[in-house]
């Protein structure tokens, strides 16, 4: 799960810009201190969190209404840009739609199901 907001804890002059860490990694091997030789990313699917109140004096990040949640299978991430860092919300939501919270379980159901049809 990777999360990002519109609204920060500090003072801000603008709404930030939402963006996601998706850099890919190099993995410990558990041979000594060894990694493996290329990055990678380890999930299978990413859900990204994203506190959609703009709102400063509404916005409650335990009020599950203020999120928009994107789940998207890491090989889509692999072919959008395989050694990409971050990604920001608009390229997000050209590769996938969001969803609510109460969505978040069929959505993840119905890609896992797609990927088993491959």
Known sequence: MKSS???QSWEQIKESTPSF???????WT?????????????AHYYIFCLLAEKNREEVDPLNINHW???????????????????????????LCKG???HEIKPQLDKLIGESYQR
Request: glycine share 8%.
């Open 30 to 42: 558990g041979k000594g201190n060894e990694y493996e030789q290329e990055k990678r990313r380890f």
């Open 99 to 101: 969803v609510t919270y």
């Open 68 to 94: 928009e949640f994107y789940i998207l299978p890491t090989e889509i991430l692999n072919q959008y840009n395989k050694a990409q860092k971050k990604i920001s919300l608009g390229p997000l939501q050209r």
């Open 21 to 27: 860490g998706i850099a890919p990694k190099y993995a």
């Open 5 to 7: 907001a519109y609204v």
